[in-house]
């Protein structure tokens, strides 16, 4: 069974469009992330929450928003699409006080 | 706020070479400490962890071991092989703020 699961896996859309990315584990976990990963491969955290409730929300455009339905999935819509929102995201989840986190396969967006 | 600075790449090793990659950390209090794999492709995936000074993390003949006194968390490898061609990440997690903390990634490649 997947751990963390992700779709799309590869997303390609014009420029001023609107999408969204699933995220869902079953390990039942209460902390789930949004990474974004650019082409070398640096990784930024964008938003962690905890038991659907928004932790962390760093420096990110206000065209990305998440979504928690509940524990198990996190959501990341991502409106008006722009040429820099082009990379892999990432998301992740882990037990509340336990460092070690889970990541899903990823998912590459391109904007054209 | 906290910090991870990870030995910059690409290193390129001969099969059965020695593999050193340096990271150091800054942190308030005692974060546990982390080093992630991600292979072409995938996921970030947990290589091996320490929670506390001087503990090891071991894992597919790969080590690290948490130095507090010069906060380094430094892998090693006796002898890579071409499957461990990939990216590699240090981060640390402090539990007090309940957050991780994720070095640039230092990207290996293995020829034969």
């Known amino acids: 069974d997947t751990a963390v699961s992700q779709t799309p896996k590869y997303l390609v859309t014009q420029m001023g469009n609107d999408k969204s990315i699933k995220c869902e584990q079953n390990?039942?976990?209460?902390?789930m992330y949004w990474y974004k990963q650019d082409s070398k491969k640096f990784l930024k955290i964008m938003f962690s929450y905890n038991n659907k409730e928004l932790i962390i929300n760093e420096t990110v455009p206000n065209r990305f928003s998440p979504k928690s339905p509940d524990k198990a999935h996190l959501n990341l819509h991502i409106n008006s699409l722009e040429l820099g929102d082009s990379a892999v995201y990432f998301c992740a989840s882990s037990q509340v006080g336990v460092g070690e986190q889970f990541f899903g396969p990823g998912t590459r967006l391109t904007v054209l | 706020g906290d910090s991870v600075t990870q030995m910059e790449g690409p290193v390129t090793l001969s099969e059965e070479a020695f593999l050193t990659i340096n990271c150091t950390y800054t942190?308030?209090?005692?974060?546990?400490l982390f080093w992630y794999v991600q292979y072409p492709g995938e996921g970030l995936q947990l290589l091996l962890k320490?929670?506390?000074?001087?503990d090891k993390g071991s894992n597919k003949g790969f080590e690290a071991t948490y130095r507090k006194e010069t906060t380094s968390f430094h892998l090693e490898k006796g002898s890579v092989q071409v499957s461990d061609s990939a990216v590699y990440f240090c981060?640390?997690?402090?539990?007090?703020?309940?957050?991780?903390?994720f070095g640039d990634g230092t990207t290996l490649t293995v020829k034969p």
């Open positions: 942190a308030t209090g005692y974060p546990s």
């Open positions: 320490a929670t506390k000074a001087d």
């Open positions: 981060a640390l997690h402090n539990t007090n703020a309940g957050k991780s903390t």
């Open positions: 390990l039942g976990h209460d902390t």
